[in-house]
């Protein structure tokens, strides 16, 4: 029967090994195979036979069967079918990740496969039941999904302390993710208020500034990719910016009125003071010429009214030039129809007959009522003495009727004088008063003789008949004259008295008239009278030799000036010395005086002769003066449109004191030459007015311009969401900007003190953040150094702040001798870190201290290269928990200084 059961029994469990290997063929089912590896001894044909098993449901029985050499084999076979040449496969589902795991005993290839794993709720089952801390860390360190990390930190609370504390990590960054992008949203949702309010409330003061902090806002958002976000935003700054577009086309729209009103404004300006020259020199001018320039000015004038109305002040001034033009011109054309009758006038308002003077004074009249000149304006020559010549033929025709009226009463008083002195029978007054009578009458008009002459007829007839008779009835009176006469020349009287006794006694006698017979009584008289006169020859000779020395004085003060006019070097004279002389000598030519009749207009002559000739060197002097004068004049009119300004004020300031450097000229002509050197320098300060107006609105501009910027750093300051870095960038931008502007003293100081604290504030953001940033470097060393305390792994994903090394890290965990006193390092870090040790420290701490002087601190050690040693060191020490906490207290101090 054992023959038979040779024979019969099935090659799969055959002795021979490669029976069985080639009875493999013959296995169709699963449950054979299974069955075949369970009791196959030979490995390389059992791991034939589980190189057939495709089911993992299979492969995960045969896991679980007793046999440990075919647990092992399944496990290996399993792991290389999923490995590719013996490393991960790529792209492969997380099962296939987590099936290695399991079956490797590789920590390296497990961590890399849990690496891969990207189903977080295996990772969850990993992290939350794996054996290895290492492989629950890596599980772990892939799980981001906030249900499942609070569901592994509750499983690992007090089991796992570097899972709990990631996973506790993660939910405050997931906590504070969400708070910021709750912040984000709010701060969103803030700015849109803001540009809606902005596009509410229209264009103000503060409205460019805010939009520019806006718009800055939105292209920050825009670069974090949050475009999506962002309609709302964007659509209230579009609006923004359409309202900004207007605002600025409507300044644009103002600036070219402004404009086109401060140019037709400058245009009438000049209109104006055109005018106002041309009516300077109007009495030069033809009534061609004037009337061209009129109608210019006018044209000129309609079209600056077109670009921009005038101011009533302007209109007022053109209306009242355009009036003065217009008479001006009146004239003038009056002049040019007129001018050969005018001549032909001139000529009859000469005549001393009243008629002729009546028809001159008529015609005269009418021409200027037809003429009228502006008053404040000169006028020309030929109005000039038509007024003087009107005015003189006024008074003329006023005299000549006063003295025709007054003849004629004098005529008629006259006559009746004589008619009185004829019936007294006195022919010697009425013969005087006869020729009276007839030179009056001869005064008068011939119209207004008429009436007198029948009256003058009778009157003659009457003297005639009283002169006959009369004869006889005057030689006593004579006789008397004669026997006062005599009785002067025999009496005792001042020279003077007795002249004026003997011309009263003359006087008497010539009164008397001619008698015919009275021959004798007119010797005796005379005989009287020079004898009489006698004793005042002498008297009247010295007053002629007086008469003579005045005469000879004002001869000599000529010759004086003569000499003087000769002998004076008129190139380089002192006029104002020359005309003291020249008063002085007329006052002393008025004292040498009396002199006789003849001798005093011969001397008067020849002295006005003499001023003459010195007077017409200070007329020379005066026309030099005034063409200096004149040419500053003109030298300040050009100023008035110099381009550069400064350079015209020097050279108006230069022409005031060259003004006053100029010798002596005319009060009259002066006064004009001042009148219009003053408008041409009040014109060119206008412009310099004007500019410090313009200067001052320009930094005005700046001004804002400035204080725009500091609000926008003050906003950005303000926004606690903005990144150090990105406000410090900022900030930077807006200072460079600020640099560049030209701002008054007063405001710099003001507006750069605000950017300087904004400024600090800054970099106190950015220490903090860099303190921040290397107590974030010193974490991972930290953490290494807390896990080592508690005996437990860390997470190596950490990094390390520089110059550490993980391997030290690795070797102080397997560390089980101490060379360092934990107590002493505590201390050395605390003296780096310039904080207090503990009291019962102090002893030890100062011993260091002096230790440290001695070898000369840190031996040219940096700080943070201490700070490196003192780690180093402590990785050799024991320490408990307590001094952990003062050593790492002293570290992040030390790490911020």
């Not at 007329?586 to 002295?607: G, I, L, W």
């Not at 207290?889 to 030390?894: D, G, H, M, R």
Request: hydrophobic share 40%; aromatic share 6%; proline share 2%.
């Amino acid at each position: 029967m054992a023959l038979f059961k040779k024979f019969f029994k099935p090659k799969s469990q055959h002795e021979n090994p490669e029976v069985r290997r080639k009875a493999l063929d013959t296995l169709q089912s699963a449950e054979q195979l299974i069955t075949f590896i369970r009791k196959e001894p030979e490995a390389s044909v059992r791991d034939a036979a589980l190189a057939r098993i495709q089911s993992e449901d299979d492969l995960e029985s045969l896991l679980r069967d007793s046999n440990n050499d075919l647990r092992e084999a399944t496990r290996q076979h399993w792991l290389n079918r999923l490995l590719n040449n013996g490393g991960l496969p790529s792209n492969a589902d997380s099962k296939v990740y987590v099936r290695i795991a399991a079956l490797t005993d590789n920590q390296e290839l497990r961590v890399e496969a849990i690496g891969r794993i990207s189903d977080e709720q295996q990772r969850l089952q990993l992290a939350s039941e794996h054996s290895v801390a290492r492989v629950r860390m890596a599980a772990a360190e892939g799980i981001h999904n906030p249900k499942l990390l609070q569901a592994l930190l509750d499983v690992a609370q007090g089991k796992d302390k570097a899972v709990y504390r990631l996973c506790k990590e993660r939910l405050a960054a997931v906590k504070e993710q969400q708070e910021r992008e709750a912040a984000e949203r709010e701060k969103l949702a803030h700015l849109t208020s803001q540009a809606e309010q902005l596009v509410r409330l229209g264009y103000g003061p503060d409205f460019f500034g805010r939009l520019q902090v806006l718009h800055q806002r939105l292209n920050e958002l825009r670069a974090k990719g949050e475009e999506a976000s962002l309609t709302s935003f964007a659509t209230a700054l579009e609006q923004a910016d359409e309202i900004l577009r207007a605002h600025e086309a409507e300044e644009q729209r103002r600036a070219e009125q402004a404009e086109n009103a401060r140019q037709a404004e400058a245009d009438r300006a000049g209109i104006i003071a055109r005018m106002t020259s041309q009516l300077e020199v109007a009495a030069e001018q033809l009534s061609g010429t004037w009337n061209a320039a009129c109608q210019g000015e006018l044209q000129a004038w309609e079209h600056s009214e077109k670009q921009s109305p005038a101011n009533a002040e302007q209109r007022k001034a053109y209306q009242a030039l355009a009036q003065q033009s217009a008479a001006v011109a009146d004239c003038l054309n009056f002049y040019n129809e007129q001018q050969d009758a005018i001549t032909a006038w001139f000529a009859k308002a000469t005549s001393k007959e009243l008629s002729e003077t009546l028809d001159a004074a008529r015609i005269g009249k009418q021409w200027l009522q037809r003429c009228q000149w502006p008053s404040n304006l000169v006028a020309p020559e030929w109005l000039t003495q038509l007024q003087a010549q009107c005015a003189q033929l006024g008074d003329k025709k006023d005299d000549l009727l006063d003295q025709q009226k007054q003849v004629a009463d004098q005529v008629r008083k006259q006559m009746d004088q004589l008619e009185a002195v004829l019936d007294e029978g006195q022919a010697n007054d009425a013969g005087r008063l006869m020729k009276s009578i007839q030179k009056s009458l001869n005064a008068l008009d011939h119209k207004q003789q008429q009436p007198h002459q029948n009256r003058l007829r009778l009157l003659t007839a009457r003297l005639n008949e009283l002169r006959d008779w009369q004869g006889f009835a005057i030689n006593p009176k004579k006789e008397q004259l004669c026997a006062s006469m005599e009785s002067i020349a025999d009496g005792d009287m001042e020279p003077q008295a007795r002249a004026d006794a003997i011309q009263l006694l003359q006087q008497e006698w010539k009164s008397l008239g001619n008698s015919g017979n009275d021959r004798e009584l007119w010797a005796r008289f005379q005989a009287a009278a020079d004898r009489a006169f006698e004793p005042c020859k002498a008297y009247f000779s010295e007053l002629a030799e007086q008469r003579g020395r005045n005469v000879a004085a004002r001869n000599d003060l000529t010759q004086q000036l003569l000499a003087y006019e000769q002998a004076m070097n008129w190139e380089t004279a002192d006029w104002k010395a020359v005309q003291q002389t020249l008063n002085a000598a007329r006052d002393a030519f008025r004292q040498y005086s009396p002199v006789d009749r003849a001798s005093h207009k011969d001397t008067q002559t020849a002295f006005q002769s003499a001023c003459d000739a010195i007077y017409a060197h200070i007329k020379e002097e005066y026309g030099r003066n005034l063409a200096l004068k004149e040419a500053i004049v003109s030298k300040a009119e050009s100023m008035v449109s110099h381009e550069d300004l400064d350079e015209a004020i020097e050279q108006v300031k230069q022409l005031q004191q060259d003004w006053k450097a100029i010798g002596m000229t005319p009060k009259g002509a002066d006064q004009k030459l001042w009148q219009q050197l003053r408008q041409h320098a009040d014109a060119v300060f206008a412009r310099l007015n004007e500019q410090r107006d313009a200067r001052k609105a320009a930094l005005n501009t700046v001004v804002s311009e400035a204080e725009a910027m500091v609000a926008e750093a003050q906003a950005i300051v303000a926004d606690e969401s903005v990144e150090a870095q990105s406000l410090a960038n900022s900030l930077r931008d807006i200072n460079a900007r600020f640099r560049s502007l030209e701002l008054p003293r007063s405001a710099h100081q003001r507006l750069s003190k605000a950017l300087d604290e904004m400024q600090s504030a800054v970099q106190s953001r950015q220490q903090q953040a860099s303190n921040e940033q290397i107590l974030a470097a010193w974490n991972g060393v930290i953490q290494r150094l807390e896990a080592l305390q508690a005996e437990q792994d860390w997470d190596a994903s950490l990094p390390l702040a520089n110059g550490f090394d993980e391997a030290n890290f690795r070797a102080a965990q397997a560390r089980t001798e101490f060379t360092e006193d934990a107590g002493a390092l505590c201390v050395a870090m605390e003296i780096l870190a310039n904080i207090d040790s503990p009291e019962q420290d102090r002893s030890l701490r100062m011993n260091m201290q002096v230790q440290r002087l001695a070898e000369g601190l840190g031996k040219g050690l940096s700080a943070e290269q201490e700070r490196a040693q003192l780690i180093e060191r402590w990785l050799n020490s024991k320490a408990t928990a307590e001094q952990l906490n003062r050593f790492i207290t002293a570290l992040n101090k030390a790490a911020t200084l």
